[in-house]
Every structure is written in structure tokens, then in C-alpha cells.
């Protein structure tokens, strides 16, 4: 849409051909159903893939200009103080998909859904894109902004992957992002649907690969929530190269060992007749006491006046360290992001066109890409639509 809207405005007949039976199905699930449309903190140390390509491209179109883009459209937004996301004032998704349909319909940009695009042929200067009612369209440039795999109930099924494939690009292999991580652990249905803070940490033998700090959610099967969402492409790379990625779980954040270690001393000094189970009680969730002493080897049901040293060495390393194996991710139907895609070795960065088939532009998640929570891959979607937008429209 952004690329569209850009390409109309500078005097390009446009055409948008939609697989499903409305554009924008996907915007709406945003940001649980608030568009998290942009971030503050806008660098490109929040995306994964080719640096100097994702530079290039926030650098001609980032974060100011996505705002008084969306501003001349007539959007007005927030900002998240705590966490710099930018959200449309109304906070609601259907407010932004409104603006662009609005701005689209007033540029007379020719919306045709219910079209998935079976073929693109180039031929000479101009392209044959096939449509699946068999109806051929001829255009003189395309743009392939058809997503990535990630939540194909919403639109996402891979299928631009096939077409860039078919005019000769290479795609990385895919693998869901932003998505639950799984495990196999005897508690998971006792802690189904808890929510606590926590910092979690993703490690290699004792080198920290990344560290993220929240709200985590814990599943039937796994772990949820932005902290672990954040985690599962590393977990991806740890099993693509046949190994067992651990998480580490700090369930009192914010306090030191030496501060954990008073804690407890002091709690079962004053509760010697109480069970270690009921001297936790205010420190942690109650859900969560009875699975940590298991863990850390201690009956619940155990006299305070009964812990020995070893027993507290034992029980701050569970509630500081609690170290999961993390056996995967869950599927695509669950993913937001998709990681992988077009590479972009064969993409110009400066316009998004294809370095091997003059009149191809790329833009959003098929290209090879991705960004953390935070309105990260929504600003990508902006920023390369209008660089892509722009440099399709102009005639050489």
C-alpha cells in the first residue's frame, strides 16, 4: 500500500493485485490490534540481515519521515513512553489500514482482490504477470511486496517466493521469528497461562547471545511472550546447526544473588516452623513455588528450620538461573515475522530494484530482512515501500 500510494504520487498508473478478498488483513493483527506502526528507537541494530542494505534503506526513509508521511495522510499518533512505540492515536489498527485505502482511492490506485499472481514473465520492457483466473496484466514495472510465511491464516503463504524464484532470484531458507518457543518439561501444564517478570538469557557454553527483559507468558508447551519472542532466530540457528539451545531464567530480576541470598536467609530464620513452600509465599507466584523447589531438589512440604547451606546455594540458583532446554519454536500459524527470504546480495539497495531483472522491485518481508518486536517490521514495510514506490515510478 505504502509503495502504491508513493508510486501514484508520482504520476504512476497503479494497479494492486491482492491474493485475498481485501487488502491489509495482516496490518490489522498488529500490534495486538493497535499497529505498532514505528518505534523511537529506531536503528538498525534491531534488524537482522545485511547491515549496510537495512542502513541504506532506513537512511532515505526512516523514522521522521514515516511519521510526516502518515501525517500528510492524516494519521495522528502516540508515542508508548516506556517503550518508544508509536501507535495511531485511536489505537486502533483499522485507523491505519482506513488512511492508506483512503489515500489509495483518492490516487486512484485500482485495487483487484480475490488475484493471486501465478506466474511474472519479463518480456522485453514490459512484464506478463499472470493472474490464477487466468487474466494476463501487463505492466511496465512490477513490485513484489507479497510477505513471508508468518501467519498464513492472515495472507502470508509464501507464495512471492515462488515468483521472485521463477525470475531467477535466490531465496535464504525461511524460518518462523517472533514466534513462542517450545519445550518439553513436566510442569508446563501446571504453569499453563502464568505471566511474570523475568530476564531471560539465551546462551552458547557461557557467552551470552542476547539478554531481553519483561512480561513472559508460559504455555502448555513452551514459553511466550516479547522477551522469548525475541529469541526464537537465535534458537533456529542453534538447531540448524544440530545443537540444544538453553534458556536461562532469572525469575527475580532486578535483585543480586547477595540480594536473593538475604532474602531467603532471613525468611527461614523467621519462619523456622513453616514449610519452605509457605515462606515463599509474597516472593514469588504461588504457582511457581512448588515447581522451583522441586527443581532446585527441595520438598516443598520441608521445615525452614531444616535447609542447609547447600539447600540455599541450590534455591537461589533455581530462581536467578532456572536453565530450560529449548527443543524449538511453534509453526508458521503462530509466527509474526518471517526470517530468511529474497537475499539481498541481489537486490540494489538505493532502490530496491533487482540487480538481475531491470523493472523488479522488492519491498517489505520477502526480502531477506527482519526486525525485533517494537514496530521494527513495520517500519520496514514503510520505509522499502516508499523507496521502492518512488524508484518504480520514475521513467529512465
Known sequence: MMAAIIAAEQGAVVQVLERLPRVGKKLLATG??????SNQDMTADHYHGDTEFIQSVLSQFGFKETLQQFEQLGLSWIAEP???RIYPRSLQASSVLDILRTAMKHRDIKETCDAPVKQIQKTDNSFQVLLGSGETIRAGRVILTAGGRASPNLGSN??????AEQLGHTIRPTKPAVVQLTWKQDFSKRLKGLKVQAAIALKNDEQILRTETGEIHFTDNGLSGIPALQMARLVHEFLDKGQTPVLHINLLPGLTHEDVRKELVNRIHRFPRQSIQES?????????IPVLLNKAGIEPGSVC???????????IITYTDLQIPVTGTRSWSSAQVTSGGVITDEVNSNTLESKLVPGLYFAGEILDVDGD?????LQWAWSSGWIAGKSAAIIS
Do not use: A, P, Q, V
Not at 495486538?32 to 506502526?37: A, D, P
Not at 515463599?280 to 511457581?288: F, G
Not at 528450620?305 to 534455591?315: A, G, N, R, V, Y
Open 32 to 37: 495486538n490490534g493497535r499497529c505498532n506502526l
Open 82 to 84: 516506556e517503550t518508544r
Open 158 to 163: 509464501g507464495s512471492g517466493y515462488k515468483l
Open 280 to 288: 515463599m509465599i509474597s516472593l514469588l507466584h504461588k504457582r511457581l
Open 305 to 315: 528450620s531444616k535447609m542447609t547451606e547447600m539447600d540455599i546455594k541450590s534455591l
Open 373 to 377: 518486536c517494537g514496530g521494527y517490521n
